[in-house]
């Protein structure tokens, strides 16, 4: 674990071996919540996207999730990295958020997708379980 303090925060950066189990959890459920929220009533594909279509900003929170992959990626490892919650990252300067990335790609050997999928974590397969889980849900 090292320190460092970015304009008047200060950070701690856990390696990949140092990352709390709590962490990745925190991840997970970041995730999962933000893809469930998009499915809530929907019992196949197409009706996940119609509940969808009638709440902007779930749509447009499900288009940042796929499109913008990496910078949902760079939030994640910022998250997993300095044992922070998405809403503390949220609430920092744009600046700081920046410098926290470049430091994360640091901690992370330049590769942020490679270093999450080492840890079991992929934006594209959590989009895809939830859809396969929730459209089994409804069958039975």
């Given at each position: 674990m090292r320190t460092k303090k970015i304009g008047n925060y200060e950070f701690k950066f856990y390696s990949r071996d140092e990352i709390t189990y709590g962490a990745m959890q925190r991840v997970k459920?970041?995730?999962?919540?933000?893809?469930?929220?998009?499915?809530?009533?929907?019992?196949?594909e197409e009706e996940i996207?119609?509940?969808?279509?009638?709440?902007?900003?779930?749509?447009a929170e499900y288009i940042q999730l796929v499109q913008e992959e990496e910078e949902t990626n760079d939030i994640i490892a910022i998250?997993?990295?300095t044992n922070k919650d998405y809403d503390e990252i949220?609430?920092?300067?744009?600046?700081?958020?920046?410098?926290l990335k470049e430091e994360v790609k640091t901690e992370a050997g330049g590769d942020i997708?490679?270093?999450?999928?080492?840890?079991?974590?992929?934006i594209?397969?959590?989009?895809?379980?939830?859809?396969?889980?929730?459209k089994g849900k409804k069958k039975m």
């Open positions: 459920r970041f995730l999962m919540t933000r893809v469930l929220a998009m499915m809530k009533g929907a019992g196949k996207f119609e509940r969808m279509f009638e709440n902007a900003d779930k749509l998250m997993l990295v949220a609430d920092l300067p744009i600046s700081v958020i920046e410098a997708a490679g270093f999450l999928n080492g840890l079991g974590i992929s594209s397969s959590y989009l895809e379980t939830m859809f396969t889980e929730e």
